[in-house]
């Protein structure tokens, strides 16, 4: 692995579109790793919060151009990872949100 599991999750991603993932499809959300694939995703949900993952999907974000000004910056890339926890399955992390 080339990764330790605990550096492949960074935070986990809470906006009104995932919150209603949640509700509806059992779907969480977490940035991850611009280096993470799905295994180690899988695995490190797996074993760091001890629940059973039926999916994971990545999407690569692209960081936006800002100005200031004559001034072009632009923000950083990301990756966001979106894990379908198998029926039955909760994830405490989110319901003291």
Not at 6 to 17: A, D, G, M, N, S
Not at 18 to 35: D, I, P
Request: charged share 30%; net charge positive; glycine share 6%.
């Amino acid at each position: 692995m080339s990764e330790k599991l605990h550096q492949v999750l960074i935070r986990p991603l809470i906006t009104e579109k995932v919150t209603s993932l949640r509700e509806s499809g059992n779907t969480v959300a977490f940035v991850v790793s611009s280096r993470a694939n799905r295994v180690e995703v899988r695995r490190a949900v797996e074993s760091l919060l001890k629940v059973k993952v039926e999916r994971v999907n990545i999407l690569n974000v692209m960081g936006k151009t800002k100005r200031l000004g004559r001034f072009v910056g632009k923000k950083q890339d990301w990756k966001k990872a979106l894990v379908t926890l198998k029926a039955g399955e909760k994830l405490e992390l989110y319901e003291s949100v």
